[in-house]
């Protein structure tokens, strides 16, 4: 069992950084493949980036490739997505998510994360 609490979302204007952190509980959080998915009023949710239990594996969705980075301390049990350059259409709930799947088609998956956050804020005013 993997429990998940996001938290560093808020208000930002456009062009400017922010920083989520999502806290995990449980003994086997090191096993997990670490994502991050957000969701946007009235949309589906979409997978933003990952990063494999290793910690060396990072993956990212076209709309944030270059903008965000995607990171975990495995020792501190935590998982980082650092936010820069933020455009209204980053705003959002953003989630992490536990999976233990390896394969980087899976991880992009929404299906197939066993684990969820509550989810945090953003919003990136123009």
């Known amino acids: 069992q993997v429990h998940l609490v996001e938290s560093g979302g808020g208000l930002v204007q456009a062009g400017g950084s922010l920083r989520l952190s999502c806290a995990a509980s449980?003994?086997?959080?090191?096993?997990?493949?670490m994502g991050w998915f957000r969701q946007a009023p009235g949309k589906q949710r979409v997978f933003v980036a990952y990063?494999?239990?290793?910690?060396?594996?990072?993956y990212y969705a076209d709309s944030v490739k270059g903008r965000f980075t995607i990171s975990r301390d495995a020792a501190k049990s935590t998982v980082e997505l650092q936010m820069n350059s933020l455009k209204p259409e980053d705003t959002a709930i953003y989630y992490c998510?536990?999976?233990?799947?390896?394969?980087?088609?899976?991880?992009?998956?929404?299906?197939?994360?066993?684990?969820w956050g509550q989810g945090t804020q953003v919003t990136v005013s123009s």
């Open positions: 998510a536990a999976s233990l799947f390896s394969d980087s088609y899976y991880l992009q998956q929404m299906g197939r994360y066993s684990y």
């Open positions: 449980g003994p086997t959080f090191t096993s997990y493949a």
């Open positions: 990063v494999k239990w290793s910690g060396d594996r990072t």
